[in-house]
């Protein structure tokens, strides 16, 4: 067993993965470091996959309560909790396990423990069975990811104050739970609860959820799950969860101040976003460089402050999202393969998983007017869609943002069923440089919920057809 490569991945995560494999596509000899039991890292292990999972199950399981409006007789509805949390990690064990084929079908040999720089291409790795072992390779790239953000005061046991992980594994539907933040992560295990029966309450620091996303949108999803049960506290902070007793007494207040309250829970989850996991990784012995919010500094081709060693993924700059790791790391591989590969950050998807589905790419409008872009918007409600309206999934709608000179598509937001596979037609489009009228003059498929999109891009120029 040889320890010397011409790579090492540190982190065998979406990114960390999709680098080590696309490098022995292209010939490279490499090693990937992962402490984990199964490959996958957090997405494929307590992210990304068992959450829709779950999503998909508490989905279903909603939609059959009201079955009989279209003539389905649904006798003794009910709910297998322990079943479904089966389900969810069959999901994961089938992810996981075709990870690891695909690194013995390309060769990838996985080292199995945690890593740590040693300078000059050298990485120690404890391994999990016991002992160490001094791996070298001319490139190191560094593809650990994140963790949970924590909350000051807030003590996370995973039973009753739970992260994302214990709520993905709660043995019994919390009568009342508390989320804490108003973000992606929480509202959709929010959903997954509330819809498994849970009376579901959203604390968010800020006067809105989703910070970031387009505001109208953020309204209007509001609105939404505000109809399926979620009450919200917003520019509200959590100062304490009391655990005394049998029931949690979470304390808060207004974020700009005010007068103090408490309410009840039997689950917290804190959902406030994540952190770069660097712990371990010797950065500082190594003289590797990171800003003040943790993130390792990298360079426009992901090299680190030290020649040999690159990081992609959460623990850089940018969006903590799976698909733009697996971007980064092909996008590394390549380019120690000699090849000039280019990630384009401005059309990077970004969905909420929830019913109806949150997606958007580009620009939002309060982003386009602090820019000062003109521009000009085209909006499509489902209602007005015949598909939609068959399927009674009208929540939403379709927003097109494209430059009021040029015509280019600079944003596209869409709250609907299924609009985090209808966001890809944007994504593509405004990848070539496309426009609102190339949309527009596209033909779409009747009946369908993407005939939305097209309707948006004809409102861009006043002239929808279903409107």
């Known amino acids: 067993m040889s320890d010397t490569f011409d790579l090492i991945v540190i982190g065998g995560g979406p990114g960390g993965y999709e680098c080590a494999i696309r490098a022995a596509q292209l010939g490279l000899n490499v090693a990937c470091v992962e402490k984990r ?6 997405c494929l292990n307590v992210g990304c996959i068992p959450s829709k999972a779950l999503l998909h199950s508490s989905e279903l399981y909603e939609e059959a309560k009201h079955f009989g409006k279209m003539g389905i007789k649904v006798d003794n509805l ?14 994961v064990d089938g992810n996981t396990k075709g990870v690891e084929f695909l690194f013995k079908k390309n060769k990838i040999e996985w080292v199995k423990g945690a890593g740590k720089l040693r300078g000059e291409g050298k990485v120690e790795v404890s391994l999990s069975e016991g002992g160490s072992r001094t791996l070298s390779a001319t490139n190191i790239v560094i593809a650990t990811g994140s963790d949970v953000a924590r909350l000051p005061g807030v003590e996370i046991d995973e039973e009753r104050i739970v992260s994302s992980t214990g709520a993905l594994e709660l043995k019994d539907v919390p009568k009342k739970l508390v989320v ?10 929010g959903s997954v609860w509330g819809r498994l029966g849970a009376e579901v309450t959203v604390v968010e620091f800020l006067d809105a959820i989703l910070p970031g996303m387009d505001g109208e949108v953020a309204k209007n999803f509001q609105r939404i799950l505000k109809k399926q049960g979620f009450a919200f506290k917003l520019g509200s902070k959590v100062t304490g969860v009391d655990t005394s007793g ?11 101040g005010g007068e103090a309250e408490t309410i009840d829970a039997d689950v917290v989850l804190v959902s406030i976003g994540r952190v770069p996991f660097t712990d371990g990784l010797g950065l500082d012995d190594a003289g590797v460089e990171v800003d003040k919010r943790g993130r390792i500094e990298v360079d426009t081709h992901f090299k680190t402050s030290i020649d040999g060693v690159y990081a992609i993924g959460d623990v850089i700059a940018g969006p903590m999202l799976a698909h733009k790791a697996m971007e980064e790391g092909t996008a590394v591989a390549e380019m120690l393969s000699g090849q000039k590969p280019h990630v384009n950050y401005d059309v990077i998807p970004g969905v909420v998983y929830t019913g109806p589905e949150v997606a958007a790419v ?11 872009v003109p521009y000009t918007a085209g909006k499509f409600p489902f209602t007005a869609n015949g598909r939609a309206k068959a399927n009674q ?5 379709v927003k097109i943002l494209a430059h009021k000179e040029t015509d280019a598509v600079l944003g596209v937001h869409i709250i609907g069923a299924q609009a985090g596979e209808m966001i890809h037609e944007a994504v593509t489009v405004m990848e070539y440089g496309g426009s609102a009228e ?3 003059r596209t033909c779409h498929a009747h009946p369908t919920l993407s005939e939305a999109t097209k309707e948006a891009a004809l409102a861009v120029h006043g002239r929808p057809i279903h409107m």
């Open 37 to 42: 039991a199964a490959l996958g890292g957090t």
């Open 78 to 91: 009910g709910l297998d909790l322990p079943a479904m949390l089966s389900f969810k990690d069959e999901a």
């Open 180 to 189: 804490i933040g108003g973000g992606v992560i929480g509202l959709e295990l």
């Open 246 to 256: 049998d029931t949690l007494k979470v304390s808060l207040e207004p974020a700009k």
């Open 362 to 372: 580009g620009k939002t409008e309060e982003q386009l007017k602090d820019e000062g």
């Open 393 to 397: 999934q009208t929540d939403g709608f």
């Open 438 to 440: 190339d949309i527009a």
